[in-house]
């Protein structure tokens, strides 16, 4: 039972004479007890028909009963709220004397692809509608809810009843209002499009779509969940109810998307340090996994810009490097607990280093924060490649005094924040667009054996690449709780795509999102402008060749599909995939064209 539901619960409360909640699926009794408290009947039906067909199970349920009642609100968990007061609504809509209002509208839609005839109507919108007794002991009602079809699909509980059920019922002399109308908005879909302006005027519901909707689709129609958010938290919405929802049910990458959750950084006003500012009241612990000794002060100077004191571990992999790395520290003060740990096995490098040589802390409940760093060299990509990644981990995440103090006060400010670490690299090194590389079908079977439910991002994970990050440990519970051991991570061989370690690399913010943890990206101010300005000229070329906006050319690209090398059988395929119909007239299918390249091949070097 996600938090925001009791919420909304509890607020429709002073308003409502009697409130059933009906759950589609399974219910925990942490949810039943939860929702227990806001209402007064909890239904549990199996999870099929949408919101609609469980309107449908309470109206049977209550059967004549519901007609006592001068007016019943049917309404979903599509929507946070009360982002503004229910009061000024009720006191609004009460003076209308429609037999059914809507919270918002759609208008009518022509030519619509969706429906047979081309023709949407206009329709209140169902996740809010709210019924009066003339039309609910009506014979028109009951026979509406009787024959009500089957909805197998979500286009089937849109074009099977949200689209026809205004027009069905003021088709049979019913009136209809609508508190919030699409037409004294710029949009015909303000609560998707507008729902700054809706909240602006008093609407209590933000709808759940801006956020979690298409990252492109939104960014053609300029809508900015950022502010969205920000302004639901001016209104005094705790948004921290938002977070953690979409955290546990939303593709990471898409909600840090969405939500624009990176923040810059720009390291001003504690460099250097007041003489008397307040040290950080966080419990904090460096974990440091140091392979190179030399790298050691570099590392812990880095560790060092965090205010007060704080525990530091570093874990190595043998007792030679952990000599060295102790003649380092010998010439430095500590600034709280001191520990060197030599592992049993350098297999999996700091991924087993973290998760199983340092359990044991990342278990306790004696921290608020950990920090994990290691010493990443990289030499195999190259001297500037491994340069640029280091710098890309290391000071994005621990610049400067004033850089951590502005960190850490996102962990403070933020109950439910759970990682922060540097966005994805992408210069010197092909990420964009292929970061699962071999890891996305283990990184499946190992989420359903640690129990995490959160969707998958499609091209490339919210991840932190580099695997260094500052984190609650609570928020990695499901990663750490489970017993890994060294064995699992395999030799120096393993250590590739598809490994154990790559693909740890890529689950924290997927581990706590399922506990309603979300994660941010931060960056320096610097690297941000070497960043977005190669990014943006990248991007700028790929566009040069496909026509449209980012949505045009995102779909046409994904039905043409993998480019391959340019080769002829290349071309052929992707051609079908852009025009399967004339696949079909020739009898032709993708298949066939892979099948055929090497058909196509003889026929040229015949022809050579």
Known sequence: MEDFVPYA?????????????????????????????????VLVRANVGYDIWAHKHVIDHLGPELGDFDEVIFTNDTWFGPVRPFDALFDRMDGSSADFWGMTDHPREVPNPF??????????????????????????????????????????????????????????????????????????HPALFNPDLLMRDGCPTLKRRPLFHWPPFLVRHAVIGRWLIAQAERYGYPVELILRNLARTVEPRVLNTNAALHNVLDGADIEPAPPKAPASALRIVALLHIFYPEMTNEMVDLVDNLPGDYDLVITTSDAERAAEISGIMS??????????????????????????????????????LVVKLHSKKTPQDGFNIGRHFRRQQFENLLASRGHVAQLLELFENEPGLGLVYPPMIHIGYPTMGRAWWANKEDFARYCDRLGIQVPLDEISPLAPYGSMYIARPEALRLLVQHEWSYADFGGVEAYRDGGL?????????????????????????????????SMEFNFDHLSATVPGDAVDRIMLLKQAGYTGTGRVGDFVRMYFGLHPRVGRLLGWSVDWAIRGRSAVRRILSRRG
Request: proline content about 4%; aromatic content about 12%; charged content about 25%.
């Open 331 to 368: 010439h430095r003060h500590a600034r709280g607990r001191f520990e060197i740990r030599v592992l049993p096995s350098n297999d999996g490098r700091d991924q087993s280093a973290f998760l199983i040589g340092c359990r044991d802390i990342l278990m306790s409940d004696d921290y608020d």
């Open 501 to 533: 370690a790559h693909v740890l690399e890529r689950m924290p913010s997927y581990a706590a999102g399922e506990l309603g943890y979300h994660t941010r990206t931060v960056s320096t101010t610097e690297y941000l402008s070497i960043s977005y300005t």
């Open 115 to 188: 429906t047979s005839n081309g023709v949407l109507p206009y329709h209140l919108q169902s996740y809010w509608i709210a019924v009066r007794q003339r039309m609910l002991r009506s014979d028109a009602w009951a026979s509406y809810w009787r024959d009500l079809p089957a909805m197998p699909s979500y286009f089937d509980a849109v074009l099977s009843h949200e689209a026809l059920f205004t027009e069905h019922f003021t088709g049979r002399g019913f009136t209809a209002d609508v508190a919030f109308p699409s037409a004294d908005y710029p949009t015909g």
């Open 9 to 41: 619960l509890e607020n429709l409360r002073p308003h409502a004479e009697r409130i059933v909640v009906v759950v589609n699926g399974s219910l925990t009794e942490e949810g039943r007890a939860k929702v227990r408290e806001v209402s007064d009947e």
